[in-house]
């Protein structure tokens, strides 16, 4: 069946490093894939998306790189901030429509 | 602005009680959603919803139940709680297959005890 693995977490990094979170995916047909990300206390928020392969989704400084050679979808950005300490979640949505979520990942930016 | 509430946002019962979760959007959004978050399980499906009238079943549907009597709401039923349901819920909505990004409520932390 579908689904997503995603890196093991917890992630610290310094303010202004290189940030990147593995994510990997099983599925039939071509899944559309999304980051979501979620804030202390908070629900869900999309992030960042990609529809078909080598589409590039970006929001906030945030990059992924829909590869189906692959079949990855890996979080990315240049120079963390300490306001990007949040839980993040990759997901697809695969057969009948339906959402599979990742395990999650939790970063920790520190001054 | 159109949003998505959850009420209550933490509740304590006990086993074997009835307990439902209220989920209201105001997005006229024809997809609703209920997710279970636990550590180490991500969040897994327990009931959806695309339209009024119409329910499915989900990954983790056992000992849950929803109805859609109109669009704007999906309330999740624990039928006889279970220590096991211990956890936080999130519902979520979606206007239609084709629009993909799913907007989040922002979750009830359930304890049974």
């Known amino acids: 069946g579908d689904s997503v693995t995603q890196m093991e977490g917890p992630v610290t990094l310094s303010e202004e490093a290189f940030l990147t979170i593995n994510c990997t995916y099983t599925a039939t047909g071509y899944p559309s894939l999304f980051w979501y990300v979620q804030y202390p206390g908070e629900g869900l928020q999309l992030l960042l998306k990609a529809t078909k392969a080598d589409d590039k989704g970006s929001n906030k400084g945030f990059e992924a790189t829909y590869r189906k050679e692959t079949t990855s979808f890996h979080l990315e950005k240049g120079s963390v901030q300490v306001s990007d300490s949040a839980v993040y979640f990759c997901?697809?949505?695969?057969?009948?429509?339906?959402?599979?979520f990742g395990t999650g990942t939790s970063l920790t930016v520190i001054p | 602005d159109a949003e998505i509430t959850q009420s209550p946002r933490h509740k304590i019962t006990e086993t074997g009680r009835q307990v439902t979760l209220a989920c209201h959007q105001t997005?006229?959004?024809?997809?609703m959603f209920w997710y279970r978050q636990d550590l180490g399980h991500g969040l897994r499906l327990i009931h959806y919803?695309?339209?009024?009238?119409?329910?499915n079943k989900g990954e983790v549907s056992d000992g849950y139940s929803v109805s859609r009597s109109n669009t704007e709401d999906l309330p999740l039923t624990l039928e006889s709680a279970a220590s096991s349901q211990t956890s936080v819920y999130f519902c979520a909505s979606s206007l239609d297959p084709d629009q993909e990004t799913q907007y989040f409520g922002p979750g009830t932390r359930l304890l049974v005890l």
């Open positions: 997901a697809l949505r695969g057969t009948g429509n339906q959402f599979y």
């Open positions: 919803s695309y339209g009024v009238q119409d329910t």
């Open positions: 997005w006229n959004h024809n997809n």
